[in-house]
Nanobody, 122 residues
Framework: QVQLRESGGGTVQPGDSLNLSCVAS????????MGWFRQAPGEEREFVAV???????FYADSVKDRFFVSRDNDKNTVYLQMKNLKPEDTARYYC????????????????WGQGTQVIVSS
């Protein structure tokens, strides 16, 4: 069993930056892929970014060049640095993990965090 806990959300203005963190605890074995998804009100959850244990990354087109995903494997932690935030980035951001990189990109995750809210508004 793996527990994921996100932190770092908040309310910011357009153009601002925000950093999210997610720590895996419990029995975090084989955290090959760790990543982020988001869900805006009334919308389906969508993929944001994922990073493999060895450093391979993949991003949604909507966040490419603005968001950066990093990991500290020793701390079982994944981060999401968000720059030049836009109102359309407003959503609840969820951390997820999977033993298979592309399965996580496709949204297949047994483990999900509770999410952290990000609001981008002027």
């Amino acid at each position: 069993q793996v527990q994921l806990r996100e932190s770092g959300g908040g309310t910011v203005q357009p153009g601002d930056s925000l950093n999210l963190s997610c720590v895996a605890s419990g029995r975090p074995r084989n955290l090959e892929a760790m990543g982020w998804f988001r869900q805006a009100p009334g919308e389906e959850r969508e993929f944001v970014a994922v990073r493999s244990r060895r450093g391979m990354m993949f991003y949604a087109d909507s966040v490419k060049d603005r968001f950066f995903v990093s990991r500290d494997n020793d701390k079982n932690t994944v981060y999401l640095q968000m720059k030049n935030l836009k109102p359309e980035d407003t959503a609840r951001y969820y951390c997820a993990t999977h033993a298979d990189f592309w399965a996580l990109v496709g949204g297949e995750s047994v483990y999900w965090g509770q999410g952290t809210q990000v609001i981008v508004s002027s």
